[in-house]
C-alpha cells in the first residue's frame, strides 16, 4: 500500500535499514533484555474505545488521533513520557514501537494494520476486523507477506462469559464436539438466547450539513470513505449507523456474537453457501431475519425481531441446549465430565508476539467471522438472499453483491500491497 505521505516508506522504512520489519524484542543481542512486561504499544484513535485500550498490556509511548480534544484527553489519561500524534504514519516510522492498537472507526482498520504490518509492527485491532470482505482478504495477505502477529479485539471465544449465555464458550464447545446434539445444528442469536442487535445504531437519512469543529480534522477522518458534508452524527459514536464506516448494530457486535459461533459450528476455515434475509423497506439499516447457511447444513439464524421467546441458542437432531447450559438431554453436564476437553488456545497476544506463533483469534480466522458480519450486511443492503463461494470467497454469477466485496476508496488511499 503505496501512502500519500511520500517520506512514510522512503524515510520511515529505509532510514531504518530494513530493521523496522523484524521489532527490537526479536533482535536479541548483547546487554537486550525483553521481558513480557516491557513491550511497547502505541494505540490510534484515543475516543472511547481507545482510551480502554489504555489498560491493555504493554508500555505506553504513542497516541495518535485527528481529533485534538480525543488527542488531549489520551495524552493526559497516558500520563509522562507518552507522545502525541495526528498522522497514523508518524507512529509507524517509530522504531521503538512493538504493537499498535488500531482503534478507529472501521473504515480505517484493513488501511492502517497493512500499513503497520509493511512497518514490521504487530498488529491488535478492533472489531469489526474489516468494513468489506476483499478488506479482509487484503489483511490476511500482508500479514502473511510480513509475517506480523495479529489479533482481534474480542474475546468470548476463549474467555469471559458469553453475553446472556451465562457460561464461556469452552463447554459449549465441548457439547458440540462430541457431537452430544447431534449434526447439522441451528444456532439462534437473538434477544430469547442472551443477545442484543443494537437497532438503534441506524444512520439519519437526511444529514444538514454543519461547520467542521476547529478541532476535528474531518477529511483525514473521512480517510478512504466517500466525502460527505461534515455532521456530527456522522463522526464519533454514531458513526456506526452507516455503511461507509461500520454496519449498524451489525457492525457492532457481529464479530463478538458471531465469532464464539463459528468456532463452536468449526468452520473457521470456510464460510456459509447461502444467507436469507428478511429485511422491511422502510429504513435501509433495518432486518428482521438473517440465516447463515453452510454446505453440511448448519445454520445460523440472526433473530432481529426476537419473534420466539423459548428458542434454544443450539438445536440438533439429538437435543436442544438454552442458556445456562439447560438442556433436553439427560444428564448432560455430568456425561461431559467424563470426556476430553478441546485443544487449549494461545490466549495471550504478548506470548504469542515473543514466540511468534498466532493468536487464538487472528487474521485468519478473524477475517471468516468477519465475513460473516458482512454477508449479513452485504444482504440487508441488497434486500435479497445471496449464495457465497467461501473458497473462491465471490458471490457466483452475482455482478451487484460482488461489487460490495471491493468497494472502492477515496484518492489518493488505496490498498495495494508493495
Request: aromatic share 10%; glycine share 10%; with cysteine.
Amino acid at each position: 500500500m503505496k501512502l500519500s505521505r511520500r517520506n512514510f516508506l522512503k524515510t520511515g522504512l529505509a532510514a531504518g535499514c530494513g530493521l523496522l520489519i523484524v521489532p527490537r524484542h526479536v533482535l536479541g543481542g548483547q546487554g537486550y533484555t525483553a521481558p513480557s512486561d516491557q513491550l511497547t504499544k502505541a494505540i490510534i484513535g484515543i475516543g472511547s474505545m481507545g482510551k480502554a485500550h489504555l489498560e491493555y498490556p504493554g508500555r505506553l509511548v504513542a497516541v495518535c488521533d485527528v481529533d485534538r480534544k480525543h488527542l488531549q484527553e489520551g495524552l493526559e489519561l497516558a500520563g509522562p513520557g507518552v507522545k502525541g500524534y495526528f498522522d497514523f504514519r508518524d507512529v509507524l516510522a517509530r522504531s521503538d514501537v512493538d504493537i499498535v492498537h488500531i482503534v478507529t472507526p472501521p473504515h480505517w482498520h484493513a488501511l492502517i494494520s497493512i500499513a503497520a504490518a509493511q512497518a514490521g509492527k504487530d498488529i491488535w485491532c478492533e472489531k469489526p476486523m474489516t468494513r468489506t470482505i476483499g478488506e479482509g482478504q487484503k489483511v490476511v495477505a500482508a500479514i502473511k507477506r510480513y509475517g506480523r502477529i495479529f489479533r482481534i479485539n474480542t474475546w468470548f471465544r476463549f474467555e469471559d462469559i458469553f453475553y446472556g449465555f451465562g457460561t464461556p464458550v469452552k463447554p459449549i464447545k465441548k457439547i458440540l464436539m462430541h457431537r452430544l446434539l447431534g449434526w447439522p445444528l441451528r444456532v439462534t442469536v437473538s434477544g430469547a438466547t442472551g443477545f442484543d442487535w443494537k437497532f438503534y445504531w441506524q444512520g439519519k437519512t437526511y444529514l444538514p450539513p454543519q461547520p467542521v469543529p476547529p478541532e476535528l480534522d474531518y477529511d483525514f477522518w473521512l480517510g478512504p470513505a466517500p466525502y460527505k458534508p461534515y455532521n456530527p452524527h456522522r463522526v464519533h459514536v454514531t458513526f456506526r449507523g452507516y455503511w461507509d464506516y461500520d454496519g449498524g448494530g451489525l457492525g457492532d457486535m457481529g464479530m463478538h456474537y458471531l465469532d464464539p459461533v463459528q468456532y463452536i459450528l468449526e468452520k473457521d476455515n470456510t464460510s456459509p453457501v447461502e444467507i436469507e434475509v428478511d429485511a422491511p423497506q422502510q429504513h435501509p439499516d433495518a432486518w428482521r431475519k438473517i440465516v447463515l447457511r453452510y454446505a453440511d447444513g448448519c445454520e445460523i439464524i440472526l433473530d432481529g425481531e426476537n419473534q420466539q421467546k423459548d428458542v434454544p441458542f443450539i438445536e440438533g437432531p439429538e437435543g436442544k441446549l438454552y442458556p445456562g447450559l439447560r438442556s433436553n438431554i439427560s444428564g448432560l453436564l455430568e456425561k461431559l465430565k467424563t470426556l476430553p476437553d478441546p485443544e487449549p488456545q494461545l490466549t495471550d497476544f504478548h506470548q504469542a508476539v515473543h514466540e511468534r506463533r498466532k493468536f487464538a483469534l487472528n487474521e485468519e480466522n478473524g477475517h471468516r467471522s468477519c465475513t460473516l458480519v458482512n454477508l449479513a450486511k452485504i444482504a440487508v443492503r441488497l434486500g435479497r438472499n445471496l449464495k457465497f463461494d467461501p473458497d473462491k470467497q465471490i458471490f457466483p454469477g452475482d455482478e451487484e453483491a460482488n461489487r460490495l466485496i471491493h468497494e472502492p476508496m477515496r484518492s489518493p488511499w488505496n490498498l495495494m500491497l508493495d
